[in-house]
């Protein structure tokens, strides 16, 4: 009788174990196959992070819903010596295999990166920056490697040309000279041989389109405008008359806000001061955008010389061919300022 009712106990202490493995055996199954992402995000390893702080950024960002399937997993797969630093789209749909692969791989998710609207190169620095690895500062060191800028063909001046602002596509762990080499590759696959030709049937040289355009693009916000201003100051240079471009003046100066041109300003030595210089500035004095540099490839041909913005102030411009005529319409627009006690 003892042996059947240790055979009996033997199958049951099997039979249980079997049960356990089993349960243990679906709740790994669960760990490494369940969707494991509360919250889609796009998580951001620095430099040198540690598991640690991947762990610790996942939870303040509250993106993994079972944080022990998460660690037991990323055990199995070595990744806390494996942590590799970049921008990582955590979706919803993802279970905890799929995000311990994608991190221990290193597969980033690239980001878009615009820095339209900007002037200065402090400013198109700091929007780049907000995107990628590299600082606002590291950034802003590229237009002082004077060796690369010149081996590039460009001068301190124009080389802001070679920055296209559009959207682009770029991995958070792209540094400064990465995001240059970049550019550069842009700016050369831009100007194909199409838009080359363009140029030089114009008499420009691309720096130099790109240099007129920034001026067109301060010059107005109406997209339907740009085209006939980009006419008037080709006008203006086939007949060797000085641009007199406001948004010159204000570079020089160093205060787009400037409402009201005065002579003060008027009277600021520089070569950027198209008032006092004939010809183009030394470089652009903006970012230009697509549109602008398009506008002067394809501007529209007429005989306007002269331009000032509507009394209406409704962003368009009055233009004229004659002095006379220009005069009639910069004095509406004085006596509408003076209106509105707008003297600077």
């Avoid at 620095?125 to 690895?133: D, F, L, M, N, P």
């Amino acid at each position: 009788m003892t042996f059947p009712r240790v055979g009996k106990f033997i199958i049951i202490f099997f039979a249980f174990a079997f049960i356990l493995a089993a349960l243990r055996g679906y709740q790994l199954y669960l760990y490494i196959f369940n969707e494991n992402v509360k919250t889609e995000h796009a998580l951001i390893i620095p430099e040198g992070a540690t598991y640690n702080q991947v762990v610790d950024s996942l939870q303040a960002n509250d993106i993994i819903l079972n944080y022990k399937a998460f660690h037991w997993v990323s055990k199995k797969k070595n990744y806390p010596e494996s942590v590799k630093p970049g921008r990582y789209l955590l979706r919803e749909n993802m279970n905890t295999n799929q995000i311990v692969n994608k991190l221990r791989a290193g597969e980033q998710d690239p980001v878009n990166v615009i820095f339209s609207n900007a002037r200065f190169k402090q400013e198109m620095a700091g929007k780049v920056s907000r995107h990628i690895q590299a600082d606002s500062l590291s950034i802003l060191e590229l237009f002082n490697d004077t060796a690369r800028i010149r081996e590039w063909g460009f001068t301190q001046e124009t080389y802001k040309a070679m920055f296209i602002p559009n959207t682009y596509q770029f991995y958070w762990t792209t540094d400064a000279s990465e995001f240059a080499e970049r550019m550069k590759k842009e700016f050369d696959r831009f100007w194909n041989e199409d838009r080359r030709e363009k140029a030089e049937s114009i008499g420009l040289t691309p720096v130099e389109v790109t240099t007129l355009a920034s001026i067109v693009q301060e010059e107005t916000a109406k997209k339907e405008e740009l085209s006939r201003v980009a006419g008037l100051y080709i006008n203006r240079l086939n007949r060797g008359m000085p641009l007199q471009a406001d948004p010159t003046v204000k570079f020089a100066v160093g205060d787009f806000s400037l409402r009201r041109i005065l002579n003060v300003h008027l009277e600021t030595d520089s070569p950027y001061n198209t008032y006092l210089y004939a010809g183009l500035p030394p470089g652009p004095v903006n970012f230009p955008e697509v549109s602008a540099i398009e506008a002067v490839l394809s501007y529209e041909e007429h005989k306007y010389l002269y331009m000032v913005a509507r009394e209406d102030f409704s962003g368009y411009h009055n233009f004229a061919t004659t002095l006379a005529e220009h005069n009639r319409n910069a004095n509406k627009y004085r006596a509408a300022l003076d209106k509105l006690r707008i003297y600077k």
